[in-house]
């Protein structure tokens, strides 16, 4: 006689029925605790950790850059509408009356050329701008902060519920 040794189980289930195919799913999950009694990971709990030893630069770079280009357009939206918030509730036009009014304004400046719609929206743009260059910037800079910081702790670890 030949005896059989016996197969590893297949980590795939078998669909034929749902029946059958949660006991193939329970058996799989305990085949975790046979495997090594010494592995960290078991198959049983709904919790997994991962160790975040390294970011790419790169990715982070590109990440950065798509998060600041969004927050960008959000500025520069913000902006334009609370100006024409401001504005239809003749917020500037009180401010510069106030400002002529109490002696305070100047002849060589006029504040009612500055706040209009236009360089207000400009203003806003270039801010945006410069802060879409720093933001991708710190990205790639806090990318190799923290690998360099990985290398030296071992890393970040993460719990994932499943």
């Keep these: 006689m030949t005896s059989k040794t016996p ?3 297949s980590f795939k289930p078998k669909v034929s029925s749902n029946k059958k195919m949660n006991s193939n799913l329970s058996d799989q999950t305990n085949l975790g605790s046979s495997l ?8 049983d709990s709904k919790d997994s ?6 970011i790419n630069p790169n990715s982070a770079l590109r990440v950065g850059f798509i998060l600041s280009v ?5 500025f520069v939206v913000m902006t334009a509408i609370l100006w ?5 509730v003749s917020f500037f036009t009180h401010i510069l009356s106030f400002i002529s009014t109490s002696g305070i304004s100047d002849s060589s400046f006029d504040l009612g050329n500055f706040i209009s719609f236009p360089k207000i ?3 806003s743009i270039i801010i945006a701008v ?3 260059v720093v933001f991708t910037l710190l990205s790639f800079l806090f990318a190799h902060i923290y690998n360099i910081s990985a290398k030296l702790v071992g890393g970040l670890k993460v719990k994932i519920k499943i």
Excluded: G, R, W
């Design 70 to 74: 969004a927050l960008a357009v959000i």
């Design 7 to 9: 197969q590893p189980k």
């Design 49 to 54: 950790e991962v160790i975040v030893k390294a």
């Design 84 to 88: 024409i918030v401001l504005n239809s």
């Design 121 to 123: 929206l400009a203003l």
């Design 130 to 132: 410069i802060n879409v």
């Design 36 to 43: 090594n009694s010494n592995s960290d990971y078991s198959f």
